[in-house]
């Protein structure tokens, strides 16, 4: 079972916070990157957060940075997007995806092989 399942989206208020879950069965070699999308109705899916990449280092959306704080744990094979001060910009669709981006695709779709099914975060004010 090599496909990303992602949990904990919901309906929550402004100003609230979430966090996500991506297990990664199958894919817990600590060179897959865990990797967050997001897409709103009628938007196309957007990068929001991608890391630990070759071990440590972290990538965020302009959008989501201060906010959102991506981390994994290596022995539950599971990546989190821990999401705060959420905001209605924040509502979409959430993705968790994994694989083995290089620099220059960390932030694209292209730099992910697995994908989960997604998960639904809406922001109310």
């Known amino acids: 079972q090599a496909q990303p399942v992602e949990s904990g989206g919901g309906l929550v208020q402004v100003g609230s916070s979430l966090t996500l879950s991506c297990v990664f069965s199958?894919?817990?070699?600590?060179?897959?990157?865990p990797a967050w999308f997001r897409q709103a109705p009628g938007k196309e899916r957007e990068f929001v957060a991608a890391g630990p990449w070759r071990g440590s280092r972290t990538f965020y959306a302009d959008s989501v940075k201060g906010r959102f704080t991506v981390s994994r744990d290596n022995a539950k094979s599971t990546g989190y997007l821990h999401l705060n001060g959420l905001i209605s910009d924040d509502t979409a669709v959430y993705y968790c995806a994994t694989g083995r981006p290089i620099l220059s695709s960390v932030r694209t779709t292209e730099g992910y092989s697995f994908w989960g099914q997604g998960t639904q975060v809406t922001v109310s004010s």
């Open positions: 199958g894919l817990t070699s600590r060179d897959y990157t």
